[in-house]
């Protein structure tokens, strides 16, 4: 399975739904620039819960661009290594990436810039998923998650909410757990959750 690695544009873009990011084929750079000396505290908070999958890079200097070219080093350092195995989504409005994009796909390496991290096209099957397929969604959302997969009903339920955006009511998360359960994916016991996902 492919390494998703996010990179951030925090100079251009201030993303609200770093909870999407959170599975064992993600991974995020956060990108802040050399003026920037504070962070909001919901945004430091998902890095955390995201642990060793997530880092910030600080920018040393000031100059035009020097964020970008962090980015683009970036790119190329960790290519170079796991290329083959890796895709690479800038999130950033500044559009001055699409060359560096489209030279990276000559090259074969997986790359796509997105304005915001819910346009990242693996985690648009989730949140556009129909209501139909919600439940399908999070089962393979969870089957990629072998490790820290949420233990606990409550957690779950969080854990769900934010890989939609927080666009779910109540009536919606309970019929997607109810769904989970329906078709033998969990198992709810005094508030723990058991998985039965097959591998």
């Known amino acids: 399975m492919k390494v998703n690695y996010v990179l951030i544009d925090f100079e251009n873009t201030q993303p609200s739904s770093l909870g999407l990011l959170d599975g064992e084929n993600l991974r995020v750079r956060l990108f802040v620039g050399a003026a920037q000396t504070k962070l909001p505290i919901d945004l430091a908070t998902a890095m955390q819960r995201l642990g060793d999958r997530a880092e910030y890079v600080r920018i040393s200097g000031n100059g035009r661009n020097a964020l970008d070219f962090h980015i683009a080093y970036t790119i190329g350092w960790i290519a170079r290594q796991d290329g083959a195995d890796a895709f690479f989504h800038i999130i950033s409005q500044d559009t001055g990436f699409d060359p560096l994009i489209a030279h990276l796909k000559s090259q074969g390496i997986f790359a796509k810039r997105s304005a915001s991290i819910e346009e990242i096209p693996i985690l648009k099957s989730l949140t556009d998923a129909p209501k139909d397929d919600q439940a399908n969604a999070v089962i393979e959302r969870l089957r990629g998650m072998s490790k820290n997969r949420p233990q606990k009903d409550k957690t779950l339920r969080a854990a ?25 994916a969990i198992s709810v016991e005094s508030g723990k959750v058991i998985y039965h996902l097959p591998a």
Request: aromatic residues 8%.
């Open 160 to 184: 769900i909410t934010n890989w939609f955006g927080k666009t779910l009511d109540a009536n919606a998360l309970e019929r997607i757990v109810g769904e989970l359960v329906r078709k033998k």
